[in-house]
C-alpha cells in the first residue's frame, strides 16, 4: 500500500484538519484484545498499525510503536493513560470491549489522540472505527446454508456487543437468504480467547442440528475447529485467512481486512486529517469484507454457489443488496428478506 488515506474509505468526507501533525518524530501505542502474534483480530491491527509506519516513513516522519497486550479493560485504561503521560501521540485501543478506557483517557489527556475498536461514538480526541462485518458475514451464511447437509448452522461469538452481534446476525440472515428454512444458532461466550469454551459451545450447536459454525471470535476460535474436525463438520474463520490452522475444516474466512483500517485510521490520527466527530464504519462498499476460501476444500463448493457468492458480493458493494446492522440476538429470525432489496 502506498496511498496514505485509502480513497474506498473516505467517500463522502471531508478532509478536515482535526488536529495538527506532530513533530517528526512520533510514538503510537497499541492496546489490542489479545496478543499481536495471535493470527485473528489482534494481530491484523498490528499489521495495519506497522502499515501505518511503513507510510508516513515516506512522508517523513518516523513513527515508533509499543504495545501491551491482553489487558483487562481496567488494565487497558491504566496503560492508555501511561502511554497519554509519556507523550504518546496516538494511543489504539483495538478492542470493543475498551471504550470506557479510551473515553476515560481521552477526557483527562485532550493533547492525545486515542482510536477505539466498535465504540459507539467518537468524540473530541476519541475516534472510534468499526469494521461493519455484516456484510461480508451475509455472504458467509449464505455459503454456510448451500453447504450444510444437515439443514442447521451456527454462530459462536465471544461478546453480545455492536460488531459482534451485526456478524452473527448477518451470518444467521445470509443463511435464511440461502435457505429460507434452516435453522441457526449462536452462542455468546463472553471471552475472546478462551477456546475451551468456545469448543463447547460449537459442540453445544453441533448436537442441535448445526454442521457448519462460524467463529467470530480471536485465539478461541481453535476451540470451534477442534470441535468441528472431532465432528467432520465445516468452520468458518473471521478476520484473517485461518485456513491453515484447520485445513479440513474451515470452509472459508470472512476477512475484515483490519489492516487497511488500521492504517487510515493511524496515518489520519498522525497527519491530523480525520474528521471531528466522525465515526468510521466501514463496509464491503469501503473495501472491508471478502472472502479467502480454503484451497484444499473450495473446490467441494458447487459451481453455481459460487457463482451467486460472486454476484452478492457485487450486489453489496454497489448498494443494491443492503444488510442491516442488526444489534439484538435473534433478530435476524424475523427479518423480512424481501426488504433486502436484491434482484
Known amino acids: ?23 517528526k518524530d512520533v510514538k503510537v501505542a497499541f492496546i489490542p484484545c489479545g496478543q499481536i502474534n495471535d493470527g485473528s483480530w489482534s494481530e491484523a491491527g498490528y499489521i495495519g498499525v506497522k502499515t501505518a509506519k511503513d507510510n508516513l516513513a515516506k512522508a517523513g516522519i518516523t513513527m515508533t510503536i509499543d504495545s501491551s497486550e491482553s ?29 470506557d478506557a479510551a473515553y476515560n483517557a481521552g477526557k483527562d489527556f485532550p493533547n492525545t489522540n486515542f482510536l477505539i475498536a466498535v465504540a459507539p461514538k467518537s468524540v ?16 458467509a451464511g449464505y455459503l454456510a446454508a448451500k453447504m ?5 448452522v451456527g454462530v459462536v461469538a465471544s461478546f453480545n456487543f455492536s460488531n459482534i452481534t451485526w456478524q452473527a446476525e448477518g451470518f444467521r440472515l445470509g443463511a435464511r437468504y440461502g435457505k429460507p428454512g434452516i435453522k441457526t444458532f449462536s452462542t ?3 471471552s475472546f480467547d478462551d477456546a475451551g469454551k468456545a469448543k463447547e459451545a460449537a459442540q453445544a450447536e453441533i ?8 467463529s467470530a471470535t480471536d485465539q478461541a476460535s481453535r476451540g470451534i475447529y477442534a470441535a468441528a474436525e472431532t465432528n467432520d463438520a465445516l468452520a ?7 485456513s491453515q490452522l484447520s485445513p479440513k475444516t474451515v470452509l472459508t474466512s470472512a476477512l475484515a481486512n483490519i489492516p487497511l483500517l488500521l492504517d487510515t485510521m493511524v496515518e489520519g490520527s498522525v497527519n491530523g486529517s480525520l474528521t471531528p466527530d466522525k465515526p468510521y464504519a466501514v463496509g464491503m462498499a469501503g473495501g472491508i469484507g471478502a472472502l479467502a476460501m480454503n484451497p ?18 457485487a450486489d453489496i458493494k454497489t448498494g443494491k443488496l443492503k444488510i442491516p446492522a442488526l444489534s439484538e440476538p435473534g433478530k435476524s429470525e424475523q427479518y423480512d428478506l424481501a426488504t433486502l432489496k436484491a434482484h
Open 1 to 23: 500500500m502506498t496511498m496514505t488515506m485509502p480513497t474506498a474509505l473516505l467517500a463522502g468526507t471531508a478532509m478536515l484538519c482535526t488536529t495538527t501533525a506532530w513533530a
Open 71 to 99: 489487558l483487562s479493560p481496567s488494565q487497558a485504561e491504566v496503560a492508555a493513560r501511561d502511554y497519554a503521560k509519556r507523550g504518546y501521540q496516538t494511543v489504539v485501543l483495538h478492542c470493543g470491549t475498551f471504550a
Open 124 to 139: 473530541k480526541n476519541v475516534w472510534t472505527y468499526t469494521p461493519a462485518m455484516q456484510d461480508i458475514s451475509f455472504i
Open 148 to 152: 450444510s447437509k444437515t439443514g442447521g
Open 188 to 190: 455468546y461466550i463472553n
Open 207 to 214: 448436537d442441535a442440528g448445526a454442521d457448519v459454525i462460524y
Open 236 to 242: 468458518i474463520a473471521s478476520y484473517s485467512d485461518q
Open 296 to 313: 484444499a476444500l473450495v473446490k467441494t463448493i458447487p459451481a453455481d454457489v459460487l457463482a451467486t457468492v460472486q454476484t452478492l458480493t
